[in-house]
């Protein structure tokens, strides 16, 4: 099996944007529904987002409708979150999972910091 | 979409047996056969320890068990070890088979 490694994480201020990536090094990316799952400061774990194995059905958390999107490339086995009008209340690890009706394999996530 | 309730705390002593449960409704806990357990190490990614209600993956010991009765689901850990002193948390699908929610977490203390 492969390896997830999450980047992008960082400080951004309210109301902004910022792009998470999750790169798969193992060969099988393609055939597994993908997840990213996140966890506030002294807070427990959140499932944030699903994604099928090739893009064609998305489901995310109420909380995150609407401002973040998910989305894959199954070319460069790669896995993307883009979060917009972000809150004080999305600050968090953010890890990214494969998901086959359980989260089976965990990047050691990318910590989004929203501040001004 | 609201958080599966587990206790925020559990404790044991080294040896013996501790049981977390993971109370939902008949709309995620009750309604799918697929709950599952994460054990997590502060500052390290979640490990899977348990799917579907009773299964365990390859490599993680027979001293985690799980179960479920009605809309409560429980994970026991026999024999405690000093390194199983984590965070668990129980996760299941919900009403639209394709969101997840998780418990809120129990941090298991090995005294």
């Given at each position: 099996?492969?390896q ?39 807070k ?21 409708t ?18 917009n ?32 | ?11 044991g ?21 697929l ?21 365990r ?55």
């Open positions: 099996e492969g997830l490694v999450e980047s992008g994480g960082g400080l951004v201020q309210p109301g902004g944007s910022l792009r998470l990536s999750c790169v798969d090094s193992g060969l099988t990316f393609r055939n597994y529904w993908m997840s990213w799952v996140r966890q506030a400061p002294g427990g774990l959140e499932w944030v987002a699903n994604i099928k194995e090739d893009g064609s059905q998305k489901y995310y958390v109420d909380s995150v609407g401002r973040f999107t998910i989305s894959r490339d199954n070319t460069k086995n790669s896995l993307y979150l883009q979060m009008s972000l809150r004080a209340e999305d600050t968090a690890v953010y890890y990214c999972a494969r998901y086959q009706l359980a989260f089976d394999y965990w990047g050691q996530g990318t910590l989004v910091t929203v501040s001004s | 979409q609201s958080a599966l309730t587990q206790p925020p705390a559990a404790s002593s080294p040896g013996q047996s501790v049981t977390i449960s993971c109370t939902g409704s008949s709309s995620d806990v009750g309604g799918y056969n709950v599952s357990w994460y054990q997590h190490h502060p500052g390290k990614a979640p490990k899977l320890i348990i799917f579907e209600v009773t299964k993956p390859s490599g993680v010991p027979d001293r985690f068990s799980g179960s479920k009765s009605g809309n409560t689901a429980s994970l026991t850990v026999s024999g405690l070890q000093a390194d199983d002193e984590a965070d668990y948390y129980c996760c299941s699908c919900t009403g639209s088979h394709n969101h997840v929610v998780f418990g809120g977490g129990t941090r298991l203390t090995v005294l």
